[in-house]
């Protein structure tokens, strides 16, 4: 069984940079897609990010793009979420997907997920 630990999260200011980091325990990382996912209070989980396997596909929701960069080191067993100039509307909780055939931007193809950790962002 896969288990994937998400960390990095807190509280920053507007315009701020956080990295998150989910590192998946097993030994077949490197053959699967990984994602990322939010989800604010009242809302439902949104797509952030996604990865494929080897990293030549990055898909990116059109509200981070430019200010989020998804990576992965398949050696560390580790997906990152680098992301920059924070704005409020990025305050949620963060998630990490795994076990994806292909890098998809739905929850569904998913099989494993993180337990989350919350981004804030103030004003």
């Known amino acids: 069984q ?3 630990v998400e960390s990095g999260g807190g509280l920053v ?3 701020g940079s956080l990295r998150l980091s989910c ?3 097993g030994r077949t990382f490197s053959s699967y897609a990984m994602g990322w996912f939010r989800q604010a209070p009242g809302k439902e989980r949104e797509f952030v990010a996604t ?3 080897s990293g030549a596909s990055i898909v990116y929701a ?3 793009k430019g200010r989020f960069t998804i990576s992965r ?4 067993n580790t997906v990152y ?3 920059n100039s924070l704005k409020p509307e990025d305050t949620a909780v963060y998630y990490c997907a795994g076990g994806g ?3 998809a931007t739905t929850p569904r193809p998913y099989n494993y997920w993180g337990q989350g950790t919350q981004v804030t962002v103030s004003t």
């Open 13 to 15: 200011q507007a315009g």
């Open 81 to 83: 979420l680098q992301m």
């Open 51 to 53: 990865i494929s396997s």
């Open 62 to 64: 059109n509200s981070v």
């Open 2 to 4: 896969v288990q994937l």
């Open 23 to 25: 590192a998946a325990s």
């Open 73 to 76: 080191d398949n050696a560390k």
């Open 101 to 103: 055939l292909y890098a």
